[in-house]
């Protein structure tokens, strides 16, 4: 009975931040559509709607650029509530929209979507997905030329917002390279919303913006940018999260009989998992991604180090080692996974990307875990995450170390996390019961 009410508090969220066919991460703090939070978000509208879920992902490829770029912010209608605005972006797409994107979860939403569309009859699921696939496939091309240049089979982000991991400590080292200089004036709104101290500090900021300004003083070049980039890193869990979509795309292409784009997106998935194979280190139990400006290897303990799991298949050695270390990071927390490793010198509980939970983070380890074998790790994931959300509510991010809810309120992309991840919880408690 409570769960129903969950659920329905869940959805009703999601109809409260509904702005005409797309959502808003959040009210005021983010009153835009976001890339990745779009994707999952759709993830969740396909749980009782596959029609507006299809909206959500059709709505974000009104702002896909020319080349194929799908952008991290589209600014589908104006807001005073959020800083850097369309203003300091300067692109000239049809939309206002950013210029930098964010994880393409695009793919994985597609195939999610379609599935559960053709389960629901919905008319029409064959062409909406049809439209959609291009828009991907157009976007995955992207991805692999203006940020894999070297053939490396690892993208790289330009800017700590194109991860969505803002200010992880993954970024520390690289982005303490980047001048707090900028031309643009810094009018931050964000922490007239939410707890300065749980938001990235000003002189994050400052460099944020000096990238900024970088990029659009090279007009939003892709190659121009790739050569003066002073921030530059082949990400891990940006490329495992392409992989993984390069993959569903591909079951897709199947379904469809699609050869051509088939093969191309296969092509596309060896090249990405044999990069994110290549970045395993078996002393720290992780992997790691690659700064290509200092050549150095990123080892900051982060969430992103469990990323591949989405995307590869690991050998027994890589399972265990993985698996305790993922239990090591869940001592004495009340809730996991952390964001960055509590036994890290960088680890701040309620710091954004430098502690707290974060719901969608665990929906995708958990996919990684049970793809690999990891079951009951994968479930206690997402049973732990499916509580601390009963318990604090729809809330942005959630401190480790006590559970308390944190960051912005009746967020859209936790609303949904409830929603797909709720299913599962009951589902292996049902079947644990039989
Ligand atoms: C922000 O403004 O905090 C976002 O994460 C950037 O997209």
């Known amino acids: 009975m409570i769960k129903l009410d969950r659920d329905e508090a869940a959805r009703a969220i999601l109809a409260r931040n509904d ?43 009104e702002g896909q650029w020319d080349d194929g770029m799908i952008p991290h912010i589209v600014f589908h209608a104006p807001s005073d509530t959020y800083f850097p605005g369309p203003e300091v972006w300067g692109t000239r797409h049809r939309i206002a929209t950013s210029g930098i994107t964010q994880p393409p979860v695009f793919g994985m939403a597609l195939r999610h979507v379609h599935e559960a569309a053709v389960e629901a009859g919905l008319p029409n699921a064959a062409e909406r ?88 003083e090279c007009g939003w070049d892709p190659q121009r940018q790739w050569a003066v980039a002073p921030f530059k890193i082949a990400d891990v869990q940006m490329t495992a999260i392409l992989a993984r979509a390069t993959a569903d795309l591909i079951h897709l292409a199947e379904d469809f009989g699609w050869e051509a784009e088939r093969a191309e997106l296969s ?58 270390e993922i239990e090591r990071w869940h001592e004495g927390m009340v809730v996991g996974l952390p964001s960055t490793a509590p036994f890290s010198p960088a ?30 790790l994968a479930q206690r994931i997402e049973q732990t995450t499916v509580r601390a959300i009963e318990r604090a ?11 308390e809810g944190l960051g912005g309120d009746t967020f859209s992309w936790t609303a949904a996390a409830y929603l797909v991840l709720g299913r599962r919880a009951k589902a292996s408690a049902s079947g644990a019961r039989r």
């Open 19 to 61: 702005r005409g066919g797309y959502t808003v991460p959040t009210d005021r703090l983010y009153p835009f559509q976001w890339n990745w939070d779009s994707a999952f978000v759709a993830m969740g509208f396909a749980t009782f709607d596959a029609d507006r879920a299809y909206r959500e992902l059709e709505r974000l490829i």
């Open 129 to 216: 997905t049809r439209n959609l696939f291009q828009a991907a496939l157009r976007s995955h091309r992207w991805w692999l030329r203006a940020r894999d240049p070297d053939g490396l089979g690892l993208v790289a982000i330009l800017h700590p917002w194109e991860s969505g991991s803002d200010n992880s400590p993954a970024w520390d080292a690289a982005l303490a390279r980047v001048p707090t200089s900028t031309t643009t004036a810094i009018r931050r709104k964000d922490t007239g919303h939410v707890d300065a101290a749980m938001r990235p500090r000003d002189e994050d900021y400052q460099r944020f913006i000096h990238l900024v300004d970088t990029y659009r």
């Open 267 to 324: 092509e596309m998935h060896d090249r990405l998992t044999a990069g994110l194979a290549r970045r395993w280190r078996s002393h720290l139990s992780r992997f790691v991604s690659l700064d290509l400006v200092s050549g150095e290897n990123v080892e900051a303990p982060t969430q992103a180090c469990f990323m591949p799991l989405v995307a590869l298949r690991i050998d027994d050695a890589q399972r265990q080692a993985v698996q305790s």
């Open 347 to 376: 680890f701040e509980p309620k710091r954004y990307w430098r502690g707290p939970v974060w719901a969608v983070v665990n929906w995708l380890i958990a996919d990684g875990l049970r793809m690999n074998g990891l079951e009951n």
């Open 393 to 403: 509510g729809f809330c942005e991010y959630f401190d480790p170390t006590t559970g």
